[in-house]
């Protein structure tokens, strides 16, 4: 399978514990996205990679969170500290940015869905 | 900033009916418009996309036409089936170098198709 996969599929974790979810995009794709999407809502923007470098971060992204693509394959994506409302889908994205090309086409992971108890 | 907007379902048809789902947006360029679907346990994936003014997507019997004098990009299909029953996002993309390529989504439209 050579699309983007996400792990785990599913956690369960306690307020306050910290959580780390992994991404590894489709091989070659120098971008990488990480999108948050609660029930009901469609997904919402959390941060991007252009290779290892972490070129935008959004304002949904507190300081709990942190993102990292150390060598610009897989991606992680940790939250300390876990509160109720990080309960959510965690979803994951690639593409191939090509210079002078206004957009490259997202292909999007399976997500990992966070229940925090 | 950026948004979209997607009429609300969810959307219950019969099999063979015609599909609109409106969407219209917000947007401080030149963005490109999608539509995403998502079936019942599985991931987003593209349905159909178009990247300029008049520029009409179309994959699958479904199509949107990018319309910028009214900033919308409605999704239609002249005959659904009981397997176009998922979740449809519209969403966009500012062109420019510095957004990033970033999706900004609509809140997504269940449609729930009848045999």
């Known amino acids: 399978d050579t699309g983007v996969s996400q792990n785990p599929r599913h956690k369960i974790t306690k307020r306050g514990q910290n959580v780390t979810f992994r991404c590894d995009p489709i091989s070659e794709h120098n971008r990488l996205y990480w999108y948050r999407q609660t029930l009901g809502q469609g997904p919402e923007f959390l941060t991007y990679f252009q290779n290892e470098a972490q070129l935008e971060k959004s304002r949904l992204l507190s300081d709990r969170f942190s993102a990292e693509r150390p060598k610009g394959s897989f991606s992680t994506l940790e939250i300390q500290r876990t509160e109720q409302g990080d309960s959510a889908m965690y979803l994951c994205?690639?593409?191939?940015?090509?210079?002078?090309?206004?957009?490259?086409?997202?292909?999007f992971g399976p997500g990992t869905r966070l229940t925090v108890l | 900033g950026d948004s979209v907007t997607q009429m609300e379902g969810p959307v219950t048809l019969s099999e063979e009916a015609f599909l609109t789902i409106n969407c219209t947006y917000t947007?401080?360029?030149?963005?490109?418009l999608f539509w995403y679907v998502q079936y019942p346990g599985e991931g987003l994936q593209l349905l159909l996309k178009a990247t300029k003014a008049d520029d009409k997507g179309s994959n699958k019997g479904f199509e949107a036409t990018y319309r910028k004098e009214t900033t919308s990009f409605h999704l239609e299909k002249g005959s659904v089936q009981v397997s176009d029953s998922a979740v449809y996002f519209c969403?966009?993309?500012?062109?420019?170098?510095?957004?990033?390529?970033?999706?900004?989504f609509g809140a997504g439209t269940i449609l729930r198709v009848k045999s």
């Open positions: 947007a401080t360029g030149y963005p490109s």
């Open positions: 994205a690639s593409s191939f940015r090509l210079s002078g090309r206004s957009h490259n086409e997202q292909f």
């Open positions: 969403a966009l993309s500012e062109s420019a170098v510095e957004y990033g390529n970033k999706l900004v």
